[in-house]
C-alpha cells in the first residue's frame, strides 16, 4: 500500500494478496472499486440497481444509464444466452478465446436470463474483460465469491464524458477525497502496460455477435484489423460499425504509444 497525498484514501497494491482482500470486502460492502483493469483502469461495483445508480451518480451520468458487467474467465459463460447465439459455435468460442488471451476486450451478445434488466439493452449484454492474464480476476473473483454473484457492474473509470484513466494515481486525485471508494493498481504501471503490446491504455474494443455476424461495434484499445485477423483465423468476418477509434486520455506527461501490433499471437 502507498499513500497519494493527505487526507486521501489509500492506493492499494494489486500483488498482495492482503490488499486485494481488503479491496474485495470494501467492495462488497457497496465501496466503488477502482482498479487495475489490463493496461489501463475501471470502475466496478456490486451489480444491484442501487449500486448502479450510485455509481451514476459518483461519474456525473445520468441515474439510470445502462452499464456493462465483468467476471472471472471462469464465470464468463454464464453471462451470455448461448442458445440465442446464431454463429457457428466453434468459430465464435475460438475467436473470444483469442482475444481474451490477448488482453482486455468486450463483447455484447444475447444476455442471460439472470443478467438484471439494469444491465441490458434489447436483450443484450454487454462484457468488458480485462484478459486472462490480468491479476483483477483473482480480486473479482473474492468480491464474488463474497456477495455469492456471477457478475459485477462496470464503467470506465472517469467523470462523465472524459475519457477513461490508465493511471490509478490520476483517479485518486479525482476522487480520493471520497470515503466510499477503494483504489487498487499496479506499483509499476509502465512495466504493466508493456505486457500489453497490442492494446491502446483506453476504453476496450468492443465485438457484437447479437445477430448473424461479428460486428466491431467500438474501436477502442484493441486495433480493428487485429481483432479482424483474429476472426478471419476461425472462418468470421468483421464488418466495423464504429470506424473512429477512442482516443486515449491526455496526462501533463505525454504517454508514447506503441506502433500498431502487425503479428497474432498463438
Known amino acids: 500500500?502507498?499513500?497519494?497525498?493527505?487526507?486521501?484514501?489509500?492506493?492499494?497494491?494489486?500483488?498482495?494478496?492482503?490488499?486485494r482482500t481488503r479491496a474485495a470486502q470494501a467492495t462488497a460492502e457497496g465501496f466503488a472499486l477502482f482498479y487495475a483493469f489490463g493496461n489501463f483502469c475501471a470502475l466496478a461495483a456490486r451489480p444491484e440497481l442501487a449500486s448502479l445508480r450510485a455509481m451514476n451518480a459518483l461519474k456525473g451520468r445520468p441515474r439510470d444509464q445502462v452499464g456493462s458487467v465483468t467476471t472471472t474467465p471462469e464465470r464468463a459463460n454464464r453471462v451470455f444466452d448461448w442458445d440465442?447465439?446464431?454463429?457457428?459455435?466453434?468459430?465464435?468460442?475460438g475467436t473470444m478465446a483469442d482475444l481474451q488471451a490477448l488482453g482486455p476486450i468486450g463483447f455484447r451478445g444475447p444476455?442471460?436470463?439472470?443478467?438484471?434488466?439494469?444491465?441490458?439493452?434489447g436483450g443484450t449484454v454487454q462484457l468488458i474483460t480485462p484478459g486472462d492474464a490480468c491479476p483483477s480476476n483473482a480480486l473479482v473473483g473474492e468480491v464474488l465469491d463474497l456477495i455469492g454473484e456471477d457478475i459485477l457492474y462496470i464503467t470506465s473509470a472517469n467523470a462523465n464524458k472524459h475519457e477513461t484513466h490508465y493511471a490509478i494515481?490520476?483517479?485518486?486525485?479525482?476522487?480520493?477525497h471520497r470515503d466510499d471508494?477503494?483504489?487498487?493498481?499496479?506499483?509499476n504501471e509502465r512495466a504493466n502496460r508493456r505486457?500489453?503490446?497490442?492494446?491502446?491504455?483506453?476504453s476496450t474494443s468492443i465485438v457484437s455477435f447479437d445477430g448473424s455476424e461479428l460486428v466491431l461495434e467500438r474501436h477502442?484499445?484493441?486495433?480493428?484489423?487485429?481483432?479482424?485477423?483474429?476472426?478471419?483465423k476461425h472462418g468470421l468476418t468483421l464488418p466495423i460499425a464504429a470506424h473512429r477509434r477512442l482516443p486515449v486520455r491526455r496526462y501533463r506527461r505525454p504517454l508514447r504509444l506503441a506502433r500498431p501490433a502487425r503479428a497474432l499471437a498463438h
Open 1 to 19: 500500500m502507498w499513500d497519494n497525498g493527505s487526507h486521501m484514501q489509500p492506493i492499494l497494491d494489486i500483488a498482495s494478496l492482503a490488499d
Open 111 to 121: 444476455a442471460a436470463a439472470h443478467i438484471p434488466a439494469h444491465l441490458t439493452v
Open 169 to 176: 494515481g490520476e483517479i485518486a486525485r479525482e476522487f480520493g
Open 181 to 187: 471508494v477503494v483504489f487498487i493498481g499496479h506499483r
Open 195 to 202: 505486457r500489453y503490446p497490442h492494446h491502446r491504455p483506453c
Open 220 to 232: 477502442g484499445s484493441l486495433d480493428a484489423d487485429l481483432i479482424g485477423r483474429v476472426a478471419a
Open 84 to 93: 440465442a447465439v446464431q454463429l457457428p459455435w466453434s468459430a465464435l468460442m
